[in-house]
């Protein structure tokens, strides 16, 4: 053990909070947020925790009060500046539950800027609950050290997507039915992976896709993948090739 132990310590509870935080700020913090610190972890006037709020960063605070209903805080001290995101955006049709779920969960761990869903021909659409996704999000940032939330963008309509596709972002179309190998297709520079819903894309959409001047049809290899699968494999590439897993050594 370390003569000096880090401090605060690692294991602090974390959470996210939507209001701005600043040095002696007194914090009211309602709901299921005062539960968990109340109720759930059993803090009381006098403990620690960690607050991050997507802007400028994270902070130490110190709880001056909790019941069930109503925690409030004292942000201490400014620990961490808001990291900056690779710019990725992970763009996939809505799948089941679960597994959209998992999906967001694992983009926001793996460290993409912005994730929207994309409504193709197969996509079932009313499997899409923004408000929970965005929780995964939330959650999966808090135990996982993160100081930025990817943005949550708006479910889009494909073909509104390709219409309105900004040129510079290279849109990595990942094709089941073949296409470049993903390694050798990334370059650096802003970029988007698309994934379609358990059921493909339609050649209709194929088509429209390969169309546009920044899209590379990239493959994941022989076998068939799950969206989910597909989505997370397909970052994990970016990112050690493209993004900020080049340049990161041990801590
Ligand atoms: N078309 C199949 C399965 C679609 S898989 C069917 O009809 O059942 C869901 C999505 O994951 C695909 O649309 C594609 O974006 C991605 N995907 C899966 N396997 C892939 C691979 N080997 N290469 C590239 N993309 C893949």
Redesign the pocket.
């Known amino acids: 053990m370390p003569a000096t132990p880090a401090w605060p310590p690692a294991s602090l509870p974390r959470l996210y909070v939507e209001e701005r935080l600043s040095d002696g700020q007194l914090l009211t913090l309602e709901g299921p947020k005062a539960n968990y610190l109340s109720a759930v972890l059993r803090l009381t006037s006098g403990a620690l925790v960690k607050l991050f709020d997507d802007a400028t960063g994270e902070w130490l605070a110190e709880i001056t009060d909790a019941t069930k209903k109503r925690v409030t805080a004292r942000v201490d001290r400014h620990l961490r500046p808001r990291e900056a995101a690779p710019d990725l955006w992970l763009l996939f049709a809505p799948i089941k539950r679960g597994r959209i779920d998992w999906i967001a969960e694992k983009a926001t761990e793996l460290g993409v800027a912005k994730v929207v869903p994309v409504i193709t021909q197969r996509t079932i659409i009313d499997r899409l609950n923004s408000e929970r996704l965005f929780a995964h999000m939330i959650e999966a940032a808090e135990q996982c050290e993160r100081t930025a939330l990817p943005e949550l963008g708006e479910p889009q309509k494909l073909p509104t997507l390709i219409k309105t596709w900004p040129e510079e972002r290279m849109l990595l179309f ?3 039915s073949g ?1 470049e190998p993903m390694l050798q297709a990334l370059t650096r520079g802003p970029a988007a992976i ?8 339609t050649q209709e959409e194929r088509a429209a896709i390969r169309a546009l001047a920044s899209a590379k049809p ?10 989910d699968t ?1 989505a997370v494999a397909a970052i994990a590439l970016w990112m050690s090739a493209a993004g900020d897993w080049c340049e990161h050594a041990a801590r």
Not at 194 to 201: A, Y
Not at 218 to 227: Q, Y
């Open positions: 990942a094709d089941e296409g698309l994934i379609g819903p358990e059921g493909g894309f990239v493959s994941l290899g022989p076998r068939i993948l799950r969206a597909a």
